[in-house]
């Protein structure tokens, strides 16, 4: 009788072994396969939102709704890339340009 039970726990231990090498695997395959992520999302209420996701080089801006998505707009990655930059030179231009006024006060 207690042969057949750790010949009972040792078969039970080896499919939960046998799941979990399974999920291991199943989950790093799917990171490296994932073409599409989710950059951001803001809720609007329940079941409302807008998403931002990235398929490739391009990001989608989707309206989400209980019953529907739409895609709002598109964007080229690089399209994006140059817009921040301009944005941050533009910002520190500015900065720089304060930064000279206040000393001359002083």
């Known amino acids: 009788m207690t042969g057949a039970y750790i010949q009972m726990i ?17 989950r790093k395959k799917q990171g490296k396969a994932g073409l599409m992520s989710i950059l951001a999302y803001q809720s609007f209420g329940p079941r409302k939102g807008v998403a931002a996701l990235k398929i490739g080089k391009e990001i989608l801006l989707l309206g989400i709704t209980s ?10 990655q690089d399209e994006l890339d140059a817009e921040i930059g ?12 304060m ?3 206040l000393s001359e006060y002083k």
Do not use: P, Q
């Open 67 to 76: 019953t529907e998505f739409k895609l709002l707009k598109t964007f080229a």
């Open 10 to 26: 040792i078969a039970l231990a080896a499919v939960i072994g046998l799941i979990l090498l399974m999920g291991f695997f199943v």
């Open 86 to 97: 301009s944005d941050i030179t533009y910002r520190l231009s500015r900065l720089r340009n």
């Open 99 to 101: 930064k000279e006024h």
